[in-house]
């Protein structure tokens, strides 16, 4: 047996093989949620272990007063510790296609490219991302710090990703355990706003109110 170079081992080491423990530990779900602002709908394949998790999906959000129809689809990637690690987003409108990739370094450097090259941007040391108007990425920082598990309240910088124009910066949100009942209450704040949703045993949410409804 030959013995591996340090290359080969560091390389190893950094991305472990999947054993298969570690791959029956995994859970794929599809899950949709519907918009109760607007006539929108979003659908996502999740693959989620302990507390990180990858996801494929879409939303698809009809033409409203001042804002043409527009499609978005995305690919997420977190570590095994729930850190956001790589999101790509691509929208369609009657106006044209865009897209925007955002890679988290191991230094923390967020990677933001829009096609025409990668820019540089620490966003305050941001763990999470959330993309709007999607349910689905406030799982992040409820799964990663075990908030549907145990009351605790964090005040988070998050790296934000505007819909349809796929604009990014960064905002400052407070994640709060409302109540461990079933179903699970955490509570989103910002500057001037709070909401209080639901999520279920896994941490992905059931209810946004005045957003959207897991379907």
Known sequence: MSTPQAGEKQASEKYPRQTPARRASQTTKMLAWAGMDCLRLEAARVVFGERGLRATGSLINAQQEGQEAYSASYSLATTETGVAQRLAVRTAQATGEQHVTLTRTEEGVWLID?????????????????????PLFNALPIR????????????????????????VWRVSQTY?????????????????????LTVDADGLVLEYPGLARRV
Do not use: C, K, M, Y
Not at 119 to 133: C, E
């Open 114 to 134: 829009h096609g025409q090259g990668a820019a540089r941007n620490h966003f305050g040391g941001a763990l999470d991302v959330d993309l709007a108007f999607s």
């Open 144 to 167: 990663r710090l075990g908030l549907h598990r145990g009351a605790a309240a964090h005040e988070l910088a998050v790296v934000f990703v505007a819909l349809p124009s796929l604009e």
């Open 176 to 196: 709060r355990t409302v109540s461990l009942d079933e179903p699970t209450a955490v509570s989103i704040s910002g500057d001037s706003w709070e909401v209080s």
